[in-house]
């Protein structure tokens, strides 16, 4: 059974950090591309970031260029997304997800991942 659980988030000022966790199992993690994405009340969900396990590509959207960063750690299956000098238009539900590295030909494009976590919501506070 395929299993994504996020872990990490909570309520923080703005300016403030926070590092998700994405822990992963029931695949192939090496052959797989993990990504995060974020949806916040009444908007679409949007793609943060993505890491390629196979071969270590990161991928970011413009809103977390230069704050956010991923990576991953093979050997614990689990992906993580340090977030730095958040701003309160960061606050949403994040998601994390993956799909196969050959069908996922958007990184930040949600409708090419198979299997998404339940969430972890950030909340960025002034």
């Known amino acids: 059974e395929v299993q994504l659980v996020e872990s990490g988030g909570g309520l923080v000022q703005a300016g403030g950090s926070l590092r998700l966790s994405c822990a992963a199992s029931g695949f192939t993690f090496d052959d797989y591309a993990i990504g995060w994405f974020r949806q916040a009340p009444g908007k679409d969900r949007d793609g943060v970031a993505c890491?390629?396990?196979?071969?270590?590509?990161?991928y970011y959207a413009d809103s977390g260029k230069g704050r956010f960063t991923i990576s991953s750690d093979n050997a614990k299956n689990t992906v993580y997304l340090q977030m730095n000098s958040l701003e309160l238009e960061d606050t949403a539900v994040y998601y994390c997800?993956?799909?196969?590295?050959?069908?996922?030909?958007?990184?930040?494009?949600?409708?090419?991942?198979?299997?998404w976590g339940q969430g972890t919501q950030v909340t960025v506070s002034s």
């Open positions: 997800a993956a799909g196969s590295w050959d069908t996922v030909v958007e990184p930040l494009a949600g409708r090419f991942y198979s299997y």
């Open positions: 890491i390629v396990n196979s071969d270590g590509k990161t």
